[in-house]
């Protein structure tokens, strides 16, 4: 149980284009979902938090106009990379915690997505 | 506030030693504690958490964790390493009034045959 997806795994594109990441909790309904950054043997950097039906909560220094994040339903939220450029190159994770989901505060995470801006 | 220090980027072992990965934290208030594994290239799997209830935990892949609240530690431990344990591995914090986890810096452990 408890298992999240994200889509997709690889991502290419171009630098100036914008690319969406898909985070999904497969069998549990997630009230709030997590979006983090991970560089390269680093740790993992959270970017922001969004609660369904409401706005995203971004942390500190992350551009919200660039990083777009929606979290329409309970099962679904996704971050939209916009006007991408080399330096958002990065391994981007989500994570999801909701109800039914054991005690409540931990979070399970996604496979994550490579994005690469050429 | 709450912050992790995880003791040691690298930690190696030979295979079927003991394995002990450090984590210390702080927080303001009673901690829920956790330990995450990453594989390369991958998301993040849950060994164990601590909330609350035994300080004794034990988690999955034959990982335990003891709960040590005089000494702000939450230190993972496994008695015989496998080649498979090789990884990086989270300690993180969260508690009662935290929507969010405190990750620390990880530890990478390396197993040699």
């Known amino acids: 149980g408890a298992v999240v997806s994200q889509h997709p795994s690889w991502v290419i594109c171009k630098s100036g284009t914008s690319v969406k990441i898909e985070c999904r909790s497969l069998d549990f309904q997630a009230t709030t979902m997590f979006w983090y950054r991970q560089f390269p043997k680093q740790s993992l950097m959270l970017m922001a938090t969004?609660?369904?039906?409401?706005?995203?909560?971004?942390e500190q220094g992350v551009e919200k106009d660039k990083f777009l994040i929606n979290h329409a339903s309970l099962t679904l939220s996704t971050l939209t990379v916009t006007s991408a450029h080399p330096e958002d190159s990065s391994f981007y994770i989500c994570?999801?915690?909701?109800?039914?989901?054991?005690?409540?505060?931990?979070?399970?995470f996604g496979p994550g997505t490579r994005l690469t801006v050429t | 506030a709450q912050s992790v220090t995880q003791l040691g980027s690298h930690v190696s072992v030979s295979e079927g030693a003991l394995v002990l990965l450090r984590c210390n934290y702080s927080?303001?208030?009673?901690?829920?504690l956790f330990w995450y594994v990453q594989y390369p290239n991958q998301g993040l799997q849950l060994l164990l958490k601590y909330t609350s209830a035994a300080t004794l935990v034990k988690g999955i892949n034959g990982f335990e964790a003891e709960f040590k609240k005089s000494e702000t530690s939450f230190h993972l431990t496994k008695p015989s390493a496998h080649m498979s344990d090789a990884a990086e591995y989270f300690c993180a914090v969260t508690g009662r009034g935290y929507s969010t986890l405190t990750f620390g810096k990880g530890t990478m452990l390396l197993v040699s045959p």
């Open positions: 969004s609660n369904e039906g409401s706005k995203a909560t971004y």
């Open positions: 927080s303001s208030v009673p901690p829920y």
């Open positions: 994570s999801a915690r909701g109800v039914g989901t054991g005690a409540g505060y931990e979070q399970y």
